[in-house]
């Protein structure tokens, strides 16, 4: 049977079905159940779809007479969603509490200090982000904007000033920067007690070695385990393979997972028959930045899947022109893997869910404060 | 057929030929030949026989009426020996060229400082050896010996007085030191300009990051990339399996393969079916410190091993009551692969060459001399 997939990826959501209805398509919908759980075969069937009249977000809901829902065992099941948004929201959370009790103990919050360059819009936006981040959970944030054509010695000014204030615990500095500017010196130029980026070498070679510990793990790394971590994914004695060998994800969440155990292969560009390699994985981190690069033969069956691309592809229905999708072939890895994050919504929350954790972090060393 | 090996590895070999004997036993014989090269399974029978007979050593050679050659290609092949001991040497011997170069240009010889503490006999003999390493390539050698009970800040002392001479381009210090001293304190008091080791983090960090370079490799890892470039093993595209993940053999050649274009898998104490994961590596290099580890049926035929470990097993007929093996089963891999290092004289000579490589290559970057 062909099938068309409608889909409602927008919604928050917590746990996804799959209907067959008599209309000879699947639906994959997006139900707001009262709590995060995977969805078992033995389910009674008529209570998935009293769920889903009762949760479904109303044009589906529109939809209810021309559906009879189906064993979910039958031909495909479908793998649990790693909600980012929930994930995320749940550290944001737990940061505001910590930094509220820092507050009343010593009367300081943690500070955040962002170096923007030039005024490209996506970078713009970026910064504005991170801002309402950092004040959501109060987080003192700093910002200082230098016109395109600023001299490297410029920038470095204000970065030794923020390596000085006590109140700066955290220095980014967004990327891209212009041409003319030395990107790697003035990286270098940011202190290795404030770099909560965690790409200064010396931080990514103590990730490396046995018996050293980084300053800071790098954010996105970092969440990808914390979204393995909070979903009771094992990852001592399984076999994981990383697609993509970047400074900022692939090397190091490769690291991250050998750190607790797992067998880890690294597949890139050179890779001959990747998908051979990743069909071996119990867990499969992809951070190739190539859209739909995964493929569902890629994968074992229960395999657990994080997808960290971000990629944008023409779509004539988006205002914008375009939609944002990951590496992953999300309709097809989601029948063969046990859980799967979703794009966007997956691991995109929790990059700057970490770098809000990495300041707080630097803020409770500075002051010698128990972690 | 059973068939008992009679081996002679410890002369001094270029290449193993395989007979079957009318004993109904194996020999794999080392000879002497003029120069390196495999054997090919077409090579005139007879042709072998002659080089048996006269180039093999005596008491091998009072053997050959029973020996009876057959075609190379019945049943077994057997692996090129890829020989340390004649790299190093030609190693030693470019090293040595070029500081004569340096010499005879700006009347300088490169230097490095080894300090000692302590006097475990082990320590010694590896001093003596590196010293007299440096001597025969033209190195200048500084050495400190401190009383095993000495402080903490009398070594760093030692340290920064080497730091900032400036006719010692590299500094060792010898390991294990005793306990009461903090060695990664002590390790990186080393200036990372005469790390000649490549242990500092930073260092390490730079390795693992794409578009940075490391100011120096370190040894053992660089050895065994050498002993493949100079056997024209190709690594892009290729399959590679470390196995051991330490941080001075394991992770650091990972990422050389990894940096040439092969597709890494790590493979580690906590990996389930090592040989499944190891059978589909082209290039596999062992660092796992463990006796006879790898077996035949973890090898892929054809193959190329690159045998890291030195582990001295009992053997009450050696006069030290011991011997050294490395992590691989020789007599079984040497089947399966097409080129192998044997232990010793694989990496372990390669080890001290690659230590003598970075400490010219140190002096050089410090006189500002071309590479």
Sequence with gaps: MSSTIIS??????????LFAPKLRCHIICSLRLPSLRSISPNRSLQSDRKNFLAFAPAPLRSLSNFI?????????????VIDGKVV??????????EISRMKEQIGTAPGLAVILVGARKDSQT????????CEAVGITSFEINLPEDCTEEQVIKHIDTFNSD????????????????????????????KDVDGFHPLNIGRLMMQ???????PC???????????????????????IGRSNIVGMPVALLLQEEN??????????????????????????????????GNWIKSGAVVIDVGINPVDDSENARGYKLVGDVCYEEVCKKASAITPVPGGVGPMTIAMLLSNTLLSAKRFHKLSN
């Design 166 to 193: 006590p109140s700066v615990h955290g220095i980014l500095i967004q990327l891209p920067l212009p041409r003319h500017l030395n990107e790697e010196k003035i990286l270098n130029a940011v202190t290795i007690e």
């Design 8 to 17: 409602d990826f927008n919604s928050a959501t917590t746990v996804r079905l």
């Design 68 to 80: 009879t829902p189906v064993a979910l065992s039958m031909g495909d099941s479908v793998a649990t």
């Design 126 to 133: 970026y910064v504005r982000n991170k801002k309402k981040a």
């Design 88 to 97: 995320a929201k749940q550290i944001r959370e737990e940061i505001s509490v």
């Design 211 to 217: 018996g050293r510990k980084p300053l800071f793990v």
């Design 220 to 242: 996105t790394p970092k969440g990808c385990m914390e979204l393995l971590h909070r979903h009771k994914v094992q990852i001592k004695g399984k076999r994981a393979v990383v």
């Design 262 to 295: 797992a067998t880890v292969s690294i597949v890139h560009s050179h890779t001959k028959n990747p998908e051979e390699i990743t069909r071996q994985a119990d867990i499969v981190i992809s951070a190739a930045g190539v859209a739909n690069l995964v493929r």
